[in-house]
């Protein structure tokens, strides 16, 4: 078993969702996208406008994914995002990357009627091969929604920490949620893993206030791609 941190920005950092479509799209694609099939982009499709306001999902139609990766944890954050894979076949993150990037660049470039790249480079990953270094990973790439409202967060000088929970309670566009039980985009995250080591919902979800207080990120930097 092998897990990576991934991680890819914006050319010159420039913001690649711009607004909630954009999102929604970058969310769509993360699930359309982990399949060894060719992918049409038709098969898979978002219901938002249903009696579930607010938690919208993605609803199969035909068939099975074959997946490439499992993804165990997600955050899009407005110029770049990261990612925790875990490749289930043979190149199953560089299949699934290439996918990933090139079918959300030809859909933002088609959109904002723009050309060129999108993205800076080829995304950066880097194996996560201990367990001292594996479990700030989940709580570091949930976190990084944080620096939209608290930035302190890096520095442990976070001064209300009920504030900046319910930020992270609030914001969509990562699996946080999911993890904290609450079904958000469940489709797209495999989470028995991470589920089994957090001991459950509700374990994760008391130890988040512990863990912003003492996450040490120049501890472990190199694993943060920042």
């Known amino acids: 078993m092998e897990l990576f941190h991934v991680l890819n920005r914006g050319v010159d950092k420039r913001k690649i969702f711009l607004d909630d479509e954009d999102y929604f799209r970058g969310i769509h694609d993360l699930f359309e996208f982990n399949d060894i099939e060719q992918i049409n982009n038709l098969t898979y499709f978002f219901r938002r406008n249903s009696k579930d306001v607010g938690r919208p999902y993605i609803k199969e139609e035909r068939r099975k994914r074959k997946l ?3 993804i165990l944890a997600f955050c899009l954050m407005p110029n770049h995002y990261h990612l925790l894979l875990m490749p289930v076949v043979k190149n199953g993150i560089p299949l699934f990357m290439k996918k990933l990037n090139g079918g959300y660049a030809k859909f933002f470039n088609e959109k904002y ?3 060129g790249a999108l993205f800076q480079g080829k995304y950066k990953r880097i194996l996560v091969d201990k367990e001292a270094h594996f479990i700030h990973l989940p709580y570091y790439i949930h976190f990084n929604s944080l620096d939209l409202v608290a930035p302190e967060w890096r520095n442990r000088e976070i001064k209300n920490y009920t504030k900046a929970i319910d930020f992270l309670n609030l914001y969509r566009w990562s699996s946080h949620l999911d993890y904290l039980g609450k079904n958000n ?3 797209v995250t495999q989470r028995d893993f991470l589920l089994d ?3 459950g919902s509700e374990n994760y979800a008391s130890s988040i206030k512990k863990w912003l ?3 040490n990120l120049e501890e472990t ?3 943060f791609l920042e």
């Open 197 to 199: 080591f957090f001991g």
């Open 221 to 223: 930097k190199e694993l």
């Open 68 to 70: 490439l990766v499992k």
């Open 185 to 187: 985009f469940p489709s």
């Open 113 to 115: 009627e723009r050309k």
């Open 213 to 215: 207080k003492e996450l």
